[in-house]
């Protein structure tokens, strides 16, 4: 059974930094592409980072400069480091998960709770 498990989530100021983890097991996870979403009250799920098997990186531009994505395959975990944070920041992170880059991701966390404060 493919599981991710976030934490990392808390309270913060505006500016301040947070860093999420999600521990990943089930499958090998080296080979798996990963990912972080959002999804704040009364909005849609939004993306926000992706880091493919390879390393390369992708943002959503509101998050590009201030948040970095990354993997330890040793550990099975990939990291949200988010700097300079901002109130529009608040929201429910989730980590996500998939083998092949074209596809949905299928493998879903229970999310994280990321509030900033103004």
């Known amino acids: 059974q493919v599981q991710l498990v976030e934490s990392g989530g808390g309270l913060v100021q505006a500016g301040g930094s947070l860093r999420l983890s999600c521990a990943a097991s089930?499958?090998?996870?080296?080979?798996?592409?990963m990912a972080w979403f959002r999804q704040a009250p009364g909005l849609e799920r939004e993306f926000v980072a992706a880091i493919t098997w390879s390393g390369d990186t992708d943002y959503t531009d509101s998050v590009k400069g201030r948040f970095t994505i990354s993997r330890d395959n040793a550990k099975n975990t990939v990291y949200l480091q988010m700097n300079s944070l901002k109130p529009e920041d608040t929201a429910v992170y989730y980590c996500?998960?998939?083998?092949?880059?074209?596809?949905?991701?299928?493998?879903w966390g229970q999310g994280t709770q990321v509030t900033v404060a103004s």
């Open positions: 089930g499958r090998t996870f080296s080979n798996w592409n």
């Open positions: 996500a998960a998939k083998v092949d880059r074209r596809r949905p991701y299928a493998y």
